[in-house]
C-alpha cells in the first residue's frame, strides 16, 4: 500500500515540536527546583505554574488548577457539575469525547447548531424561551473541534447575556486560542464576563468557566491543562484531583513553565503557527481542486477542517472512511462528533500533515468519496 | 518556634532522590524518542516503559496499565470494580486514601485485623465462613501503610487460598517492594498465583491484580506507577484512562522509562535504602528511649512506622498530634487510617527526616504525648 497519510489525529507531528527547547527546559526544571520538581506537590498544580496561568488570565491564583491535560479538567467539571438528567448545551458538531463524557455521566445532550461564527445563538435562545434550562453550555470559540469556525464577538457577548439571563454557566473550551496564525485575537468570554456587556447591567465572573491545554502550544505527551474559574468552584476540581490522583505531574508542569518561560518559546510557537498555516492553507487548496463538491470553513487557526459534502446524494461517512484507509489515508467520520447525523461530513486534522503530503492526501480521499459511492 | 520537622508526609526528602540522573534520564528520553515522548501515545502507557515491566513481571504487554501514579491505577481499579453496596475486605488500619476511595463509591468497607505478620487470616477467614462475599480484599504486602509489617509468606498462600475458595479478587498494593532495606524479598502473590499452591491445585492468575508506583523508587513528582493483571480487566482500566486523560504522561514515563534502565540507577536505589534504613533504625531508637510505653514493629522497608501506646490510658491522638505541632512536629493520627478506633495510634513517616533530626523530632513528640494527658 502506498504511503499512510493520516488526517485522523489532533496532534502535531514531532517535526514542528522543539525538542531542544524541551531538553533544556527539563534540565532548567530539575536544577531551579530540584525539590518542588521531585516531590508530591499538591493536587492545585505545580505552583510556579500556577501563578503564571493566573497572572496570564489577570486573577489570583486561587483561580487556577493545573491538570494532567485539559481532558481531565474537563472530567472534574463533568464529575462536579452534571447530575444524570441535567441538560448540558454543546455545540453541533463538537469534540466526540466531550459527547462521551457528558454521556457517560446521565447529562441530557442538547446540541446546538453551529454556524461560521459559530454557535447558532437564536437557535439556543428559541431553546432558552421554550423552557430549556442547562447547567452549562460547552462551547469551544476557537477553530472549533471539528467544525473549524470562530465565534464572533457579537455572539461571545450574546451567549453571555443569555447565560446572565438564564442562570447557567458557559465552559469555555479554548485549547486552540493560542494557534492563531491569521486574524486578530478575539477576546475571551472569560475575560467579557468580567465587565458589563449588552445585556448585563456589570460584571458576572461566575457565568464563565475557562480551559486551556499546553498540548497545541508545548506538546500532547507532556499532558498538561488548566482550568480557571471561580474560586470555590476550582477547590471542588482541586478536591477531586486529590482524589483521583493526589496531585498532577510535578516534573511535567515544571518542564512547561521553564519551557513557556524561557527564551526560546516565541520561536518555538511561531515555527508551530507557520506550519498549520501552511498545512491548512495547502488542504483547503487540494480540496478545491479535487473535491470541489465539498464545503468547508477554513479555519484561522487550530488544527481541523470540517467537510460538508452536498446533502442528498447517499453519501456514508464510514463507508468513505473505510475507502479511504484502504488507500492509506486516515479521516475521522462525521457521525463521531454528533448525536445524529453527519453521514455526508467528516473531519480532516491537518496538524499532522506535512505540506507536500496533502495534495496527495485528499487525491486519494477524493478517490475514496468516488468509490464510497459504489 | 523551633524547626519544623515532618513524620507526616509519605515521600522522600529532596535529598535522596538522584535529581542529576533525572537530569540525564530526560534528555536521553527526548533524544532517543522525540514522537514518543512528545506526541500523545495512548492510555496504555509508555510503550517501552510498559514492555520493560511487563518482562520484569513474566507477562505480556497486554497485562500491564502504565497511569499516572498507582493512585490513578487504584481509582480505575475501583471504578471498574466496586458497585455501592459491595463488601471489599481491607487491612486494619490501611492507608487513608483507600478508605476513602471505597467509601466515596458506596463500598461496604469490612476491616480485618493487622498484626506483625500481615492481615489476620484466621479473622477473615471466620468472616467468609459467616457469609461475607467481598468483591476484593485490598492488602498492602511489604511495609504496610500505616503499620509497617510485612505479610509472611504462609499468610499470603493462606491468602491465594481463601481468594480460590470464596472467589474474590486480592488486590496486591505494592508501592514498597523495592525499598526493602533489610531482610529477603518475599514473592508476590501475583508470582505465587501463577502456580499451585497450598489448597489450590492449579495456576490462579486471575486471583491476583498487582500495582506497584515509581514515587518510591525514582520520585514522587514523577507520577508514575502501574496495575498488573488479566488482560481483560486490564483493557477496562485502559478504557477509562482513555475517558479521563487520554494518555497518561509521555514525557514522565518515558524518563523513567530512561531512568530506571540506565547505569546510575543502582546506585540511586541503593542510596534511598541506605537512608530510609538509617532514618527508621534512628527513629527506632529515639522512640524506645523517649517513648518507652509505645509499641511498634520496626519495618524491614518502606517509610512507615506505626506507634502504639498502651490501651486504657485516655490517650487522644488528635490532641497529641495538636500539641506535637505546637512544637513544630507533624505526625498523622491513628484515627485517619480505620473507620474506628486509633484514638491511642499515629503514624511517622522517617522516610522524609533527616537522620540527625530524628531523635529531636522524637524527644518534642514524647512532650507532646506527656502534655496530651492534660
Known amino acids: 500500500m502506498a504511503d499512510s497519510i493520516s488526517f485522523a489525529r489532533g496532534a502535531p507531528s514531532a517535526d514542528i515540536v522543539d525538542i531542544e527547547g524541551l531538553k533544556e527546559a527539563a534540565v532548567r526544571a530539575f536544577d531551579a527546583d530540584p525539590a518542588g520538581v521531585s516531590g508530591y506537590g499538591t493536587a492545585v498544580g505545580y505552583l510556579p505554574l500556577r501563578e503564571a496561568i493566573a497572572q496570564k488570565h489577570g486573577v489570583s491564583a486561587d483561580h487556577v488548577v493545573v491538570t494532567n491535560g485539559s481532558m481531565q479538567a474537563d472530567a472534574f467539571l463533568f464529575d462536579e457539575l452534571v447530575t444524570p438528567g441535567d441538560a448540558v448545551v454543546v455545540e453541533r458538531p463538537t469534540y466526540d469525547r466531550t459527547l462521551k463524557g457528558l454521556k457517560e455521566r446521565g447529562a ?96 458576572n465572573p461566575e457565568l464563565v468557566v475557562y480551559a486551556c491545554s499546553f498540548s497545541k502550544t508545548v506538546c500532547p505527551g507532556i499532558r498538561v ?17 486529590v482524589g483521583a490522583y493526589i496531585s498532577p505531574n510535578m516534573v511535567a508542569q515544571a518542564i512547561v513553565h521553564q519551557f513557556v518561560s524561557g527564551d526560546r518559546y516565541p520561536a518555538a510557537l511561531q515555527t508551530v503557527k507557520e506550519a498549520l498555516a501552511e498545512r491548512s492553507g495547502a488542504l483547503g487548496t487540494a480540496l ?5 463538491q465539498a464545503t468547508f470553513v477554513q479555519p484561522e487557526g487550530g488544527y481541523f477542517l470540517w467537510v460538508q459534502l452536498p446533502e442528498g446524494e447517499g453519501h456514508d461517512c464510514a463507508t468513505i472512511a473505510k475507502e479511504a484507509a484502504d488507500r492509506g489515508v486516515q479521516i475521522v467520520k462525521g457521525t463521531d462528533f454528533l448525536l445524529e447525523g453527519g453521514e455526508n461530513a467528516f473531519r480532516l486534522a491537518y496538524s499532522a500533515v506535512q505540506t507536500d503530503k496533502v495534495d496527495e492526501g485528499v487525491r486519494r480521499l477524493a478517490e475514496a468519496v468516488e468509490a464510497a459511492k459504489g
Do not use: C, W
Open 225 to 241: 491543562g488548566y482550568a480557571v474559574g471561580e474560586p470555590e468552584l476550582i477547590k471542588a476540581l482541586v478536591a477531586r484531583g
Open 108 to 203: 441530557d445532550v442538547r446540541l446546538i447548531g453551529l454556524q461560521d461564527d459559530g454557535i447558532d445563538v437564536d437557535e439556543l435562545r428559541t431553546e432558552l424561551e421554550g423552557g430549556l434550562r442547562p447547567t452549562f453550555a460547552h462551547v469551544i470559540p476557537n477553530f472549533q473541534n471539528p467544525g473549524g469556525s470562530t465565534l464572533s464577538l457579537e455572539k461571545r457577548h450574546a451567549l453571555l447575556a443569555l447565560a446572565a439571563e438564564y442562570g447557567f454557566v458557559i465552559f469555555e473550551d479554548d485549547p486552540y486560542y493560542d494557534v492563531r496564525f491569521t486574524g486578530e485575537a478575539l477576546p475571551r468570554m472569560f475575560d467579557l464576563a468580567k465587565e458589563a456587556g449588552p445585556g448585563r447591567e456589570g460584571p
Open 288 to 292: 478545491k481542486e479535487h473535491l470541489p
